[in-house]
């Protein structure tokens, strides 16, 4: 496995500073019990209510649900870490868990599901709008685009190659459109939009700003839809997430451009405002913008920092789904802030150098990686391919800015 020879790479095992209590996103009372009344009760009991006591030699977390424990794991520097032994128990539960409600997650542009466990556990749902060999027309703009069920797995394994481990963990899932969303939802609006098309499949497209419509409808096999589950982060009520604007964001409009697209010396102003002005914002900043760079997703207007953390943490990459749109052109401008700031993590810069060497060549990597999908092959070959391209892009910048 190159993947796990990876891992055990030294580039792969330089340690984190120690994590004190301050640095970790919740602080954990280890009399805390999690348990269900009942296999189909739908009630969390704490440990003042429960009367039962734990077997001999185990802890109150070990009564948590991955998900949870996944949750109680982030703290200031890592979203999981790099040798999680929960990351497989926490894909296969996203991929297999028996979902007993779905509805549909308000904002966006797009349709997209929160789907719940039995263990209180709940994923974000992204249905699959077009099939892995379909490349975004030339003619589209960045922000018309679809949003692609299989870039949210791809991304989120590719995240974690580049250890950025910036990504909530994202599985693969066949749902059953019927059974496990038609039939449980509770949400009033998204049950009214399901029809059953002329080919007798079962179709629906929910409510939202741009493509919820009998038009862009989703429609199942005949009733049997891909999509991407990704585990949720914790719920904002709990853990305030502040929401930046990326400097480098584009214009959003048919034929204005952004500041950085007319001014080769932006980085400069950038350079002396905050939180970009001290620490590594950006420098996290320009890792943010290798990994959609590698991908091609143009459509990075925000990213996202845990608030109880300050400025000195990691950004969350969320909402991959505009990546592996092409694989037959790059988009040079999403490298800007590299080449306008001429500025890397040597960390970054070293892993980087490892991923275009034979024996860990970033396409394989990937592909080994997403073999273990249940919706494998997630990639069509080409965008594999279009990988190794692209990293010989961004060492050939680095090159030029070292030069």
Same mark, same amino acid.
């Given at each position: ?27 954990? #009372? ?29 802890? &109150?977390?070990?009564? !948590? ?24 128990? =926490? ?8 979902? /007993?409600?779905?509805? %549909? ?14 263990? !209180? ?29 299989? *870039?949210? /797995?791809? &991304? ?44 007798? #499949? ?21 009733? %049997?839809?891909?999509?991407?589950? *990704? ?7 709990? &853990? ?25 010396? !932006? ?18 900043? /320009?890792?943010?913008? /290798?990994?959609?760079? =590698?991908?091609? #997703? ?21 909402? #991959? ?38 024996? !860990? ?10 073999? &273990? ?11 594999? %391919? ?18």
């Amino acid at each position: 496995s190159k993947l796990a020879a990876l891992f055990e790479h030294p580039l792969y095992n330089i340690p984190i500073p120690e994590v004190t209590e301050k640095d970790k996103l919740f602080i954990v #009372n280890p009399m805390e019990k999690f348990s269900l009344r009942s296999s189909g009760s739908d009630e969390w009991v704490s440990s003042s209510k429960a009367e039962t006591l734990l077997p001999t030699g185990k802890t &109150a977390y070990d009564t !948590y649900p991955t998900w949870l424990k996944f949750h109680v794991g982030i703290n200031r520097y890592e979203l999981y870490p790099r040798r999680d032994p929960l990351l497989p128990t =926490l894909l296969r539960d996203l991929a297999t868990q028996r979902i /007993i409600s779905s509805v %549909q997650k308000s904002g966006g542009t797009q349709l997209k599901l929160i789907m719940t466990f039995p263990n !209180y556990g709940q994923a974000l749902f992204k249905p699959m709008k077009q099939t892995r060999d379909q490349e975004t027309p030339i003619d589209f703009f960045y922000f018309s685009d679809f949003e692609r069920h299989n *870039a949210e /797995i791809a &991304a989120f394994h590719l995240d974690r190659i580049l250890d950025f481990r910036r990504i909530p963990p994202v599985s693969g899932r066949l749902v059953n459109i019927t059974k496990e969303i038609r039939d449980i939802t509770t949400d009033k609006k998204l049950a009214k939009t399901f029809f059953i098309s002329p080919a007798g #499949n079962v179709c629906f497209y929910g409510e939202c700003s741009y493509y919820c419509s009998t038009e862009h409808a989703l429609c199942g096999k005949p009733d %049997q839809l891909e999509g991407s589950m *990704a585990a949720l982060l914790p719920d904002k009520t709990l &853990a305030k997430r502040r929401s930046w604007r990326s400097p480098w964001r584009r214009s959003y409009h048919k034929s204005k451009k952004a500041e950085w697209e007319l001014n080769p010396n !932006y980085c400069a102003q950038v350079r002396e405002t905050p939180p970009y002005d001290r620490g590594h914002r950006l420098l996290d900043l /320009i890792d943010m913008t /290798i990994l959609d760079f =590698l991908m091609g #997703n143009m459509d990075r207007h925000h990213y996202e920092t845990f608030e109880k953390f300050g400025n000195d943490t990691f950004l969350l990459h969320l909402d #991959n789904g505009r990546g592996f749109g092409t694989h037959s052109r790059d988009e040079p401008s999403i490298l800007a802030p590299l080449q306008q700031c001429c500025s890397i993590k040597k960390s970054t810069y070293l892993r980087l150098q490892l991923l275009a060497t034979q024996p !860990y060549r970033l396409s394989d990597l990937l592909r080994e990686a997403l073999a &273990a999908d249940p919706l494998a092959p997630v990639l069509a070959e080409p965008h594999l %391919q279009a990988l190794d391209r692209r990293l010989g892009k961004v060492l050939a910048a680095v090159g030029r800015c070292l030069a």
